[in-house]
């Protein structure tokens, strides 16, 4: 069983930065597709930026070139730095696990576990 939690959302103005943390608890280690996903008030959640247990990355491209996500060693820290931040990436921000294997597309597909999310409100 996989548990995660964030932290290190805030307020910030626009050109600022954040650094969104997510600590992944679980019973045995596995191979792990990871995201951070965010949803804005009356839009649709949205995928931000995927990781898996082997370090590939992808970016949806709102975001290419500005945030980066990253996990440690032991992928039990999942980590989204955001840079350059915009009014527009104001949301509550989630990051989210699921089972990975080598068929999978870890920028597609549902994640079956999710924390309970943090708040970027970025201010003009």
């Known amino acids: 069983q996989v548990q995660l939690a964030e932290s290190g959302g805030g307020s910030v103005q626009a050109g600022g930065s954040l650094r969104l943390s997510c600590k992944i608890s679980r019973d045995f280690y596995e191979s792990l597709c990871m995201g951070w996903f965010r949803q804005a008030p009356g839009k649709e959640r949205e995928g931000v930026a995927w990781i898996d247990s082997y370090d590939t990355t992808n970016y949806a491209d709102s975001v290419r070139g500005r945030f980066v996500v990253s996990a440690d060693s032991e992928k039990n820290n999942l980590y989204l730095q955001m840079n350059d931040l915009k009014p527009e990436d104001t949301a509550m921000y989630y990051c989210?696990?699921?089972?990975?294997?080598?068929?999978?597309?870890?920028?597609?597909?549902?994640?079956?576990?999710w924390g309970q999310g943090t708040q970027v409100t970025v201010s003009s």
């Open positions: 989210a696990a699921d089972s990975w294997s080598w068929s999978r597309d870890c920028a597609r597909g549902d994640y079956g576990t």
